[in-house]
């Protein structure tokens, strides 16, 4: 007998818990039902429609979130376009499982034969954390604390190494009771100079300075973008051609140019308009862009998760990396779904 549907009482979706690499932040995404696979799919018109679409996909799919992050705006500010990329494996997971089919092709010319390999992703992934991020290491602690099995050998050396440099300083901290003598005091100094407690500093809120070679005047300030400037981005210049897109994902980490009044910091022009900071850059020195981009992968771009492992070939034993996209791969996924 046909009733009213009112939803499944008995339905439980897969949930994984994620700890995002950049800003620390624990979520838990759970895999996503066939509405939301299918409007993923009819997004995939423009890469900013597509982008807008998949940020509030994965928001409406997390069971679990930080206190702080209460509505989507909350959420677009506080995960960086680098800690998504970790919300997305945990979603590909959870809803199209963790084993993947490859078909590698080898790269020494005198084999170039493709092969068939199956992986799961799980073994294949790797985080290098925001060594500042506070939160990553609390939230890291909590989750290994629960699971023992999630312990990660690199994060707990990271982790203990930093709680011994401040277990040291406090204990190298000397009282006098009687007056000091100057080569006592030289001496305190001396220790407390060599053990400095770490800097914690929010990735979000840090901002890095390069003064260009072409001009003692104009500074270039990299940040590292979070999804509400992807958004930002895309309404204010929706690029749909994809050398629109590589220019914009350039742009993307500078959150303004300076120019100043010789070598003094009186600032004499600020551009932080996207497509103000998009007319100046395409100005710059061609030189000017690499010492950028490779500023920026020191500061922030070296943070982040990826999906690699090694590989053999059967043919001629070829030795290679194999690395997965994992945004592509579930794009990939959502289409042939």
């Not at 990660?152 to 982790?159: F, W």
């Not at 300083?169 to 305190?188: A, C, R």
């Not at 070829?318 to 996924?333: A, C, L």
Request: glycine letters at 2%; proline letters at 4%; hydrophobic letters at 35%.
């Amino acid at each position: 007998m046909s009733s009213v549907f009112r939803g499944f009482k008995s339905l439980k979706y897969p949930v994984f818990t994620v700890i995002t690499p950049q800003t620390g932040l624990q979520f838990d995404v759970r895999g996503l039902n066939v509405s939301e696979v299918d409007k993923l799919k009819h997004s995939m018109v423009t890469p900013s429609k597509a982008t807008e679409i998949l940020n509030r996909t994965i928001w409406e799919s997390l069971d679990g979130k930080p206190e702080h992050i209460t509505k989507y705006e909350d959420f677009l500010k506080n995960v960086t376009t680098v800690d998504r990329e970790a919300l997305v494996y945990a979603s590909y997971v959870t809803t199209f499982g963790d084993k993947r089919d490859l078909v590698i092709e080898c790269r020494n010319p005198r084999c170039a034969k493709s092969d068939k390999t199956t992986v799961l992703l799980s073994k294949m992934f790797n985080i290098v954390p925001y060594p500042n991020s506070s939160s990553f290491k609390t939230s890291y602690k909590m989750a290994s604390s629960i699971d023992k099995t999630n312990n990660d050998p690199s994060l707990d050396n990271i982790i203990n190494r930093e709680e011994m440099v401040v277990n040291n300083t406090k204990k190298n901290k000397v009282k006098f009771v009687e007056e000091p003598k100057s080569e006592d005091i030289e001496s305190v100094n001396k220790n407390e100079k060599e053990i400095e407690e770490p800097v914690i500093e929010d990735i979000i809120s840090k901002r890095i300075e390069i003064q260009l070679p072409s001009s003692d005047q104009i500074y270039i300030i990299l940040k590292q973008p979070t999804l509400y400037d992807l958004e930002r981005m895309n309404r204010t210049l929706p690029f749909n051609k994809t050398e629109e897109i590589a220019i914009a994902s350039e742009i993307l980490m500078i959150d303004r140019i300076e120019e100043r009044y010789n070598t003094s910091k009186q600032i004499d022009m600020v551009l932080d308009a996207p497509e103000v900071i998009i007319e100046a850059y395409n100005t710059l020195p061609a030189g000017d862009r690499q010492i950028i981009y490779t500023t920026f992968n020191e500061e922030f771009g070296k943070y982040g998760m990826s999906l690699k492992s090694d590989w053999v070939c059967k043919n001629c034993g070829e030795k290679d990396t194999i690395e997965v996209d994992i945004t592509s791969y579930f794009f990939r996924m959502v289409m042939q779904s």
